[in-house]
Nanobody, 125 residues
Framework: QVQLEESGGGSAQAGGSLRLSCAAS????????MAWFRQEPGKEREGVAA????????YYVDSVKGRFTISRDNAKNTAYLEMNSLKPEDTAMYYC??????????????????WGQGTQVTVSS
């Protein structure tokens, strides 16, 4: 069974930075895509950033472009989300997800089925 272990969440002041990590293990397939989603209470889970494992192509939701950077370390099967210039509206539970095989990589929530336990990010003004 695939395991995704997230870490790095916490609290920050507006304008500050945090770095999230997602380590994948026990997957019986080749990883194609790793992504970060976030969810506020009572709201839909939204895609934040995704990265294609093979060629490193990245995808971002408009609200984080220029502030967040997703990267991966293939040797460690780990994806990172560097979050800079944080805003109070970035406050949410952040979840890591992966897609196997080939094909789609992006931010469409309905195409991801494997999730980590989540890590809370809280940004105060």
């Amino acid at each position: 069974q695939v395991q995704l272990e997230e870490s790095g969440g916490g609290s920050a002041q507006a304008g500050g930075s945090l770095r999230l990590s997602c380590a994948a293990s026990r997957y019986p397939f080749n990883l194609n895509c790793m992504a970060w989603f976030r969810q506020e209470p009572g709201k839909e889970r939204e895609g934040v950033a995704a990265i294609k494992i093979g060629d490193g192509q990245t995808y971002y939701v408009d609200s984080v472009k220029g502030r967040f950077t997703i990267s991966r370390d293939n040797a460690k099967n780990t994806a990172y989300l560097e979050m800079n210039s944080l805003k109070p509206e970035d406050t949410a539970m952040y979840y890591c997800s992966v897609r196997p095989g080939i094909g789609y990589c992006g931010l469409a929530r309905e195409l991801f089925e494997i999730w980590g336990q989540g890590t809370q990010v809280t940004v105060s003004s």
